[in-house]
């Protein structure tokens, strides 16, 4: 049975503060996802990573930075937290080949940021 | 870059009806089309997928067409039941047979299903 553990389920930070989210997954998946869901907008996604090391910008990187230094864990960061990204973080993972294409999602992040 | 639109936002319908959720994309490349559906307060799970190689694909009360020519595919619950209640998103991507693939998704439909 496939996990997607996320460190925190809420989270509440002052503006100006460095926030990290974590994600792992159990399952040897090589892409890990970041996503944000807010109402209204669905899920837009912030970062990827196909292998470790390795990253890529998504659809709204900007204000976020991620890091992959392990294959089962995927972490986001706000170097400087802002009040515009309170949402919900969704972590998501899958394998990189293959016809099974589904993504796994984690159970989600809700950050507030006073 | 890939859009993806989605319709209606909200959809009440009675215990068995029928429901249609629809959805357009831009990119003509995209060739994966999942739907995942999110209980309140739960992650995004997925219901059911389809690629472009095919029209129709079933899993008993659940089906998804696609429209290859106009972009557009749809997500169809028959006999609803008030457990089909969630939010529903549509998501389409070009990421070929790699598993790879960036997803897009729609902005989601709130369905309501009353006893």
């Known amino acids: 049975d496939v996990k997607v553990t996320q460190s925190s389920r809420y989270l509440v930070k002052r503006t100006g503060e460095k926030v990290f989210l974590e994600c792992v997954q159990d399952?040897?998946?090589?892409?890990m996802f970041w996503y944000r869901q807010d109402p209204g907008l669905g899920l837009r996604l912030i970062y990827f990573s196909y292998d470790v090391k390795m990253k890529e910008k998504g659809d709204i990187p900007e204000g976020y930075s991620v890091s992959r230094e392990k294959k089962e864990r995927f972490s986001l960061i706000l170097e400087s937290a802002s009040t515009n990204q309170t949402s919900m973080y969704l972590c998501a993972s899958n394998r990189a080949s293959g016809r099974d294409n589904e993504q796994f999602f984690g159970p989600g992040t809700r950050l507030t940021v006073l | 870059g890939e859009n993806v639109e989605q319709h209606p936002s909200t959809l009440s319908v009675q215990e068995g009806d029928s429901a249609v959720i629809k959805c357009t994309y831009s990119?003509?490349?995209?060739?994966?089309f999942p739907w995942y559906k999110q209980e309140l307060g739960k992650r995004p799970q997925l219901i059911i997928d389809i690629r472009s190689n095919v029209g129709e694909k079933k899993d008993q009360r659940i089906a998804v067409t696609l429209n290859k020519t106009a972009k557009h595919f749809s997500l169809h619950i028959t006999e609803t039941q008030p457990e089909d209640s969630a939010v529903y998103f549509c998501?389409?991507?070009?990421?070929?047979?790699?598993?790879?693939?960036?997803?897009?998704f729609g902005t989601g439909t709130r369905l309501l299903v009353s006893p």
């Open positions: 399952m040897d998946h090589e892409n």
């Open positions: 998501a389409a991507s070009r990421g070929g047979n790699t598993g790879f693939q960036k997803l897009v």
């Open positions: 990119d003509s490349a995209s060739n994966y």
